[in-house]
C-alpha cells in the first residue's frame, strides 16, 4: 500500500510527471494531502484496496462507498491497480479494469468498464487517457497508449499508439524505447 501510495504521491510533485522518490518526505506528502483532493482520494483507495487485499471484512466496501459518495470517483478496491496513478479530476470518473499498470494518467469523466462481453479493459503502463474517453470491453491498451479526449475505445490499442473519434482510430504510432530512469537533477532541469 505505502509503495504504489509513495509512487502515486511522486506524480503530484510535479503534475504529470515522475518526480524523483527521493523528493517524496512526509512532510510534503502531507502538504500535497491538505492541498490536493485528488491525492486524498488515492490515498483512501489504496488503504480500502490494501484492506480488500487482507481480507478484511466490511471496511474495504464501506471505503468504496466514501470514495464514490464524497469525491465523485466510483473505482473498485478489488481492482488491481499499479502506482503512480494521476486523476486531477476525479469527479464522474468510473475506474472498473482487470488490470492497470504503472504511472497512467486519466482526465476528467472518464469511463473505464467492461461492454457487451462482460469482461473488463486491461490497461497498459504510462497510458494517457483524454477528458470524457469511454474504453469499454475485455480490450487491451498497450503501454504508452493515447486515448484522445471523447473518444470511444471498443478495440485493442497497441503500445505506443495514439487513438481518437468514435469510434476510435489510430492516429499516431510512434516506436518505444525502453524506458530510461529520469535525471531529475537540478543541474539537468536547467540544460546544463
Known amino acids: 500500500m505505502f ?5 502515486d504521491v511522486q506524480r503530484w ?4 510527471q515522475i518526480a524523483d522518490p527521493k523528493e517524496v518526505t512526509l512532510l510534503r506528502t502531507l502538504k500535497l494531502l491538505v492541498q490536493t483532493m485528488p491525492l486524498r482520494v488515492m490515498l483512501w483507495y489504496r488503504f480500502g484496496a490494501w484492506l480488500y487485499r487482507k481480507r478484511a471484512p466490511f471496511f474495504p466496501g464501506v471505503i468504496q462507498r466514501l470514495i464514490s459518495r464524497r469525491f465523485g470517483l466510483d473505482i473498485s478496491v478489488q481492482d488491481e491497480i499499479g502506482g503512480g496513478l494521476y486523476i486531477p479530476h476525479p469527479i464522474s470518473t468510473v475506474i472498473s479494469v482487470k488490470r492497470m499498470g504503472s504511472n497512467c494518467t486519466i482526465i476528467s469523466n472518464v469511463t473505464i468498464d467492461r461492454y457487451l462481453d462482460r469482461a473488463f479493459p486491461e490497461i497498459g503502463d504510462r497510458v494517457f487517457i483524454g477528458a470524457g474517453a469511454r474504453v469499454l470491453g475485455g480490450i487491451r491498451i498497450g503501454d504508452d497508449a493515447v486515448i484522445g479526449a471523447n473518444a470511444v ?3 485493442d490499442v497497441p503500445a505506443g499508439t495514439t487513438v481518437v473519434g468514435v469510434p476510435a482510430r489510430p492516429v499516431v504510432r510512434k516506436a518505444i524505447e525502453p524506458a530510461a530512469p529520469a ?3 537540478p543541474s539537468a532541469m536547467d540544460g546544463e
Open 153 to 155: 475505445v471498443l478495440e
Open 3 to 7: 509503495e504504489r501510495f509513495r509512487q
Open 13 to 16: 510533485i510535479v503534475p504529470e
Open 183 to 185: 535525471d531529475i537533477t
